[in-house]
Antibody, heavy 113, light 112 residues
């Protein structure tokens, strides 16, 4: 089964951006669909968007459409999520998920002035 | 967006006894291909979620058979036939039929 290792915790000021990475360790990476999901403290899981690794096609939740970009580097088996114009409400644990079966360990992003 | 509503939100359980969680969607989850994309996830304390059930009743590899999923249309249920200590955590239903995928609020399972 694919294993996903995410980058470490981040602290950002409001209005700035953050880029979270997710490295996969499995030869099936190129045939996967990678989702990004976040979980604010005490809140339900929230889908941000996904990328079909092979084609690079992406789809984003309308809520994040103008602020998020998901990309991948197949040579590094790594997926990235870039979130801009950060606000305090973006403070959450961000997860990458492969085909809904393999989850990264989560990356805490804290937005605070 | 499709709203997923779980009940109860807190479920006190007894070791060895059955437990049941309900999930209701605001729209039918039957997709045009005939499949119903309703998943169940378990999140143990301090861990990432993991999928237990996909397409209503299919158990993922390694999931004990004490977990079962059922339902159709807009009403779904996750059952644990005999609760074990490792089952403590938060359970989420998630629909993947309509874009965007949406999750229930979560049901916290803990011992009485």
């Amino acid at each position: 089964q694919m294993q996903l290792v995410q980058s470490g915790p981040e602290v950002r000021k409001p209005g700035t951006s953050v880029k979270v990475s997710c490295k996969a360790s499995a030869f099936t990476y190129s045939s996967s669909a990678m989702q990004w999901v976040r979980q604010a403290r005490g809140q339900r899981l929230e889908w941000i968007g996904w990328i079909v690794v092979g084609s690079g096609d992406t789809n984003y939740a309308q809520k994040f459409q103008e602020r998020v970009t998901i990309t991948r580097d197949m040579s590094k088996s790594t997926t990235y999520m870039d979130l801009t114009s950060l606000r305090s409400e973006d403070t959450a644990v961000y997860y990458c998920v492969a085909d809904w079966t393999a989850w990264g360990q989560g990356t805490l992003v804290t937005v605070s002035s | 967006d499709v709203v997923m509503t779980q009940s109860p939100l807190s479920l006190p359980v007894t070791l060895g006894q059955p437990a049941s969680i309900s999930c209701r969607s605001s729209q039918s989850l039957v997709y045009s291909d005939g499949n119903t994309y309703l998943n169940w996830f378990q999140q143990r304390p301090g861990q990432s979620p993991r999928r237990l059930i996909y397409k209503v009743f299919n158990r993922d590899s390694g999931v004990p058979d004490r977990f079962s999923g059922s339902g159709s249309g807009t009403d779904f249920t996750l059952k644990i036939s005999r609760v074990e200590a490792e089952d403590v955590g938060i359970y989420y239903c998630m629909q993947g039929t309509h874009r965007p995928p949406t999750f229930g609020q979560g049901t916290k399972v803990e011992f009485k």
